[in-house]
């Protein structure tokens, strides 16, 4: 049961299941008499644990086998230099579609070690944010990758195609959207995300790698940000994460006795039909996001009467709805509903948004 339904985006809340196995197996871990955490990861114990991870990752996401799988450390950031790093060899350019926070900061990182071309931004369009797609730019087939964040948390923007180039590796930066949506991989060329959304703890970071991409990194790489080294060593160059990994693994589980991606993918739509429903219902919330672009993790609303947000928060806090605040660099409310926030935590802010416009507009 939960005491408390918690919107935060990140480290978010992860399934009760998976906390309550993690729980239950805390001091005795698999018969060993110790936990998880005090167990070299190089024994045939944790190894079965890291491919199980790695299997049902593959499994869930349906990962062609030309594809290899990264468990790393220095999470979602950790990854915007280590892309340009990489991929170095490939060319001194890079492009980028910023569509918001976060993939504004990866152009910052990539810039560091090559040209970081811009070549469109989300626009305003009829007073809503809308980002470009690619009949109104191209990408040029120079460029070393092409990078994009197809969902950004923090403005809650979401991104429902995929840039397309013959010759261009697509890099997408999934930290709040993987495993939300059946994908089909082979549309990219790198897919990475900081775990703390819908993977499991923060530090981590999952990288899945096209390995013709494999090999082009700047000599001054380090090893443990290598992804050839790390390939090379089943991402065990240095000792991984381990309990993060194992954790991942517990999610991954978890998530294929849902159903997988498909069925998450259904109730992920009906949690956010519901909460935008809400929204569009009443001029009490408002939404700035075009139609076409509303994230489905990181829902986005203002209060037509903004000195009424403090208020709307103590409350929602003793409904036991909690990290309801918006980003300091966007304001408002941020409802965070990744794969782990149930149907029932949607209906029950929906029904404390309604309450607290009743008894307040
Ligand atoms: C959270 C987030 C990051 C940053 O992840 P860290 O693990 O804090 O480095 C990067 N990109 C996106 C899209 C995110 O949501």
Not at 114 to 142: G, Y
Not at 307 to 314: G, P, V
């Amino acid at each position: 049961m939960h005491s408390k339904f918690n919107f935060s985006a990140g480290p978010a809340a992860l399934p009760q299941p998976v906390l309550k196995r993690a729980q239950a197996e805390l001091l005795d871990w698999n018969g060993q008499g110790t936990s998880v955490m005090e167990v070299s990861h190089r024994g045939k114990p944790f190894m079965a644990v890291a491919e199980k991870a790695e299997r049902d990752l593959r499994d869930i996401m349906h990962i062609p086998d030309n594809y290899k799988v990264l468990f790393l450390q220095g999470g979602g950031r950790g990854q915007f230099f280590s892309v340009p790093m990489n991929l170095a060899q490939r060319g001194d350019l890079s492009q980028h579609l910023v569509s918001g926070q976060w993939s504004q900061i990866a152009v910052a990182e990539a810039e560091k070690y090559m040209s970081a071309e811009v070549v469109a931004k989300t626009q305003t369009r009829d007073n809503m944010l809308w980002v470009p797609n690619q009949e109104h730019w191209d990408i040029n087939p120079e460029a070393a990758y092409f990078h994009y964040c197809p969902n950004e948390t923090v403005d809650g923007i979401e991104i429902n195609w995929v840039p397309k180039s013959q010759d261009v590796p697509i890099v997408a930066d999934m930290s709040s959207n993987i495993l939300s949506k059946a994908i089909d991989v082979s549309d990219y060329g790198i897919i990475y995300a900081g775990a703390q959304k819908n993977i499991g703890p923060s530090g981590l970071a999952v990288v899945i790698i096209r390995d013709d991409l494999l090999g082009f990194a700047r000599k001054d790489t380090p090893a443990v940000f290598d992804y050839q080294q790390q390939v090379n060593n089943d991402s065990m160059y240095n000792t991984p994460p381990t309990f993060s990994w194992y954790l991942a693994g517990l999610v991954f589980e978890w998530l294929k006795e849902q159903g997988g991606v498909q069925a998450i993918e259904k109730i992920n739509t009906q949690k956010a039909k519901l909460l935008y429903s809400c929204i569009d219902a009443s001029d009490f919330y408002g939404n700035k996001i075009d139609p076409s672009n509303r994230s489905k993790m990181n829902v986005t609303f203002q209060l037509a009467d903004s000195s009424l947000d403090s208020l709307f928060l103590e409350k929602a806090e003793e409904a036991g709805l909690v990290a309801l605040k918006g980003h300091r660099f966007v304001g408002g409310m941020r409802a965070s509903i990744y794969n782990a926030m149930p149907l029932e935590g949607v209906e029950a802010l929906v029904s404390f948004m309604q309450e607290f416009e009743r008894t307040n507009a």
